[in-house]
Nanobody
Framework: QVQLVESGGGLVQAGGSLRLSCAAS????????MGWFRQAQGKEREFVAG????????YYTDSVRGRFTISRDNAKNTVYLQMNSLKPEDTAVYYC?????????????????WGQGTQVTVSS
């Protein structure tokens, strides 16, 4: 079965950086678009970034564009989220997700599989 395992979360001061990883198994990774979402306490899950199968096309929500970078290594079945210039409002549980044939990468319902999430906490 498809499994997604996130890692790399933690506590960081505002202005700092973290790199999240999501290791995928049970699928032909290079055929699947990948997305990162986050959910802050008491809020709905929101789209953060997405990347198409080859990595040539990437998408970001406005609040992270220019600070976060999504990338993938198809040889390692892994997608990354480099997060720089972190702000307290970036505090959330971050999830990676995947689905075959995803068109709207910013829509949670477009994804079939989700990881368990990793906590990112940014202190002021």
């Amino acid at each position: 079965q498809v499994q997604l395992v996130e890692s790399g979360g933690g506590l960081v001061q505002a202005g700092g950086s973290l790199r999240l990883s999501c290791a995928a198994s049970g699928l032909t990774f290079s055929s699947y678009g990948m997305g990162w979402f986050r959910q802050a306490q008491g809020k709905e899950r929101e789209f953060v970034a997405g990347i198409r199968t080859s990595g040539a096309r990437t998408y970001y929500t406005d609040s992270v564009r220019g600070r976060f970078t999504i990338s993938r290594d198809n040889a390692k079945n892994t997608v990354y989220l480099q997060m720089n210039s972190l702000k307290p409002e970036d505090t959330a549980v971050y999830y990676c997700a995947t689905g075959y044939g995803v068109i709207r990468m910013d829509v949670p319902g477009a994804y079939n599989y989700w990881g368990q999430g990793t906590q990112v906490t940014v202190s002021s």
